[in-house]
């Protein structure tokens, strides 16, 4: 509510401006999704924007559900910006989720990619995604809500601290911020260093990880380039392969690091990695491919 309200009131600068569409999706999971998506359309109808609602259903796809949610919803919401023609799908990401994601990035034991958050545009889905919120806080977001009068519903799913996310946010950043004021305002900083970090690492991974056939790559070459690039172009690999980025944490991916920079001992290696992933590591060269049943 708190980027709509923005939003509304930019896209009607006289020397610059653009349409809107508000684009609210129903994930059918909640008793009070239909009152919320009525009121997201009386706002916007308010604002005298065109409104859709985009309806998935979550529960009859097989997977964990927050990513079948994430997924449906993002599939949608891409379809819609393709048909309209539109620049992109702003989304309202703000500092505090910012903070949220590099939490369980470390809490993970991510790699820089994991680690270098959400980004300000990104293009996802075929489509750009744009989060103009990033270097402001979730309460930056309710203090201009309740400034202008405006009001907004509250997921009651957040408050289920069985989920990580949700504890983090309940429980571990409070403490941060009370230690670090603005933290959540402050941390794209740290963000956009680590994004231009990884940036520069996928360069280095790109020119090592030259396969000498399908999935089969140089190991004096890996070597040469050192652990961290080892390390990025194996996740890279395993990724293109199905694999989650999430599944693929420092502790999946260290051993089959060492057994490459180990150049001294020649015995194959084989290291079984989530989603049917093989790293295969012999004396000459790095193989990554799938199990026989995964293939």
Not at 200 to 209: G, H, I, K, P
């Amino acid at each position: 509510m708190a980027l709509l309200l923005a939003m509304a009131a930019l896209a009607r600068r006289s020397h610059r401006r653009y349409q809107l569409l508000v684009a609210h999706v129903h994930h059918h999971l909640r008793e009070e999704a239909e009152i919320e998506a009525q009121k997201v359309r009386e706002t916007a109808q308010r604002l005298g924007l065109d409104f859709i609602v985009l309806d998935i259903h979550p529960r009859a796809a097989a997977g964990n559900l927050a990513e079948v949610c994430r997924r449906l919803r993002y599939e949608a919401l891409a379809e819609v910006v393709r048909e309209r023609g539109a620049a992109g799908l702003v989304t309202a990401h703000h500092g505090t989720d910012q903070l949220e994601t590099l939490l369980m990035a470390l809490m993970r034991g991510s790699g820089l990619d994991g680690l270098a958050g959400l980004a300000w545009r990104a293009p996802r889905w075929g489509i750009d995604i744009i989060r103009p919120l990033l270097d402001h806080s979730h309460q930056d977001c309710v203090d201009l809500c309740r400034h202008c009068g405006w009001s907004w519903a509250e997921d009651r799913s957040n408050l289920d601290e069985s989920k990580r996310r949700n504890a983090v946010r309940a429980r571990l950043l409070p403490v941060l911020l009370e230690l670090a004021p603005d933290l959540d305002r402050r941390i794209h900083r740290t963000a956009d260093l680590m994004r231009q970090a990884s940036a520069l690492v996928q360069r280095q991974v790109e020119s090592a990880f030259t396969a000498n056939g399908a999935g089969a790559f140089d190991r004096a070459r890996l070597a040469a380039a050192g652990e961290l690039i080892i390390g990025a172009g194996l996740r890279d690999a395993a990724a293109a392969l199905g694999a989650r980025r999430d599944d693929l944490t420092l502790e999946v991916v260290r051993p089959a690091v060492d057994a490459i920079m180990h150049t001294q001992v020649r015995r194959p290696r084989r290291f079984d990695w989530p989603g049917g992933v093989v790293v295969e590591v012999r004396s000459r060269e790095v193989l990554v491919h799938l199990t026989a049943e995964n293939r």
